[in-house]
């Protein structure tokens, strides 16, 4: 049989010595997990919509279809435009930054 480093012997997550969690208690960067990934998706959703609004995909620029055949793109919740639905856009946009800015202070603020 193996000694040591298995789940069960010691090592791992259970076993005799209580486990890797229970004998290193520190969280991945540390207590401020919550508090950097909600600054990272309210930033990836600003970075996202913004993009969105200023450069649309290119099937919806030139109409064609998003494989690269032309003809009119059949995209979800599309009524023809070329260029991103504005509303929703700017509804992410503004749920990103009060997300990004709720993260940075929680971060800022201790």
Request: hydrophobic content about 45%; overall charge neutral; glycine content about 24%.
């Amino acid at each position: 049989m193996l000694q040591g480093g298995g789940a069960g012997a010691g090592g791992g997550f259970g076993g005799q010595n209580g486990g890797v969690l229970a004998q290193n208690p520190e969280l991945f960067l540390g207590e401020d997990l919550l508090a950097w990934l909600v600054l990272a998706f309210g930033g990836a959703l600003v970075v996202g919509n913004v993009a969105a609004l200023l450069r649309p995909p290119t099937h919806l620029r030139d109409g064609s279809e998003p494989g690269g055949r032309p003809g009119k793109a059949k995209t979800a919740g599309s009524t023809g435009a070329a260029h991103a639905p504005a509303g929703r856009a700017v509804a992410m946009l503004t749920v990103g930054v009060v997300a990004a800015i709720w993260g940075l202070a929680s971060l800022v603020g201790g």
